[in-house]
């Protein structure tokens, strides 16, 4: 992972300038694109998407496809493309503060044309507000594509229980 540290003129540490290095699953069969926002530090480390044990991401598709869970990256690249899921994020690089979202600055969203010019994408899915927002600002009159916003998988969003994220994003099983 790619990252320079900044400081104030005083030394303090202020924010991490992060290059998103994980690459978008998809193939030519993929009719949804999941978005996130950018990946948290847990996903930075594991290289994968949602690698945080307590996001319910995988919880959720899981239920929603009524397919078993998948624990490796292996397992999930495999549910993804069974599925027709393709799945990134909007930010290529942005200053953070950890994995918090709304400490997001200088974003530089993702070219996801090669995505949409080899997958017969019908729909994307936003995971979470944030992710909509940057998607809205940033991509969506590049893409022509307008975003369905879902309720974030985080556990930040404990507001949503796991049986109300699976109904809010059961949807996505109908596209």
Not at 31 to 37: A, D, N, T, V
Not at 57 to 81: C, H, R
Not at 103 to 118: G, M, Q
Request: glycine letters at 4%; aromatic letters at 12%; hydrophobic letters at 35%.
């Amino acid at each position: 992972m790619k990252f320079v540290e900044k400081y104030d003129k005083k030394g303090n540490f202020e924010m991490t300038h992060v290059i998103h290095e994980i690459p978008p699953v998809y193939d030519d069969r993929s009719k949804i694109l999941i978005l996130g926002s950018f990946p948290s530090v847990k996903s930075r480390e594991g290289q994968f998407f949602y690698h945080h044990k307590q996001n319910r991401f995988w919880k959720v598709l899981a239920a929603v496809f009524e397919d078993t869970l998948p624990e490796t990256i292996e397992e999930k690249k495999e549910f993804l493309l069974r599925h027709n899921i393709a799945i990134w994020d909007v930010i290529a690089s942005c200053d953070i503060e950890g994995s918090s979202d709304s400490s997001i600055k200088n974003a530089v969203p993702n070219d996801f044309s090669f995505i949409l010019k080899t997958a017969p994408i019908r729909q994307i899915y936003t995971n979470g507000g944030t992710a909509y927002k940057l998607y809205h600002k940033y991509c969506e009159k590049v893409t022509g594509f307008e975003a369905v916003k879902l309720p974030s998988t985080s556990p930040a969003n404990a507001s949503y229980s796991l049986e109300r994220l699976i109904r809010q994003w059961n949807q996505i099983s109908n596209t």
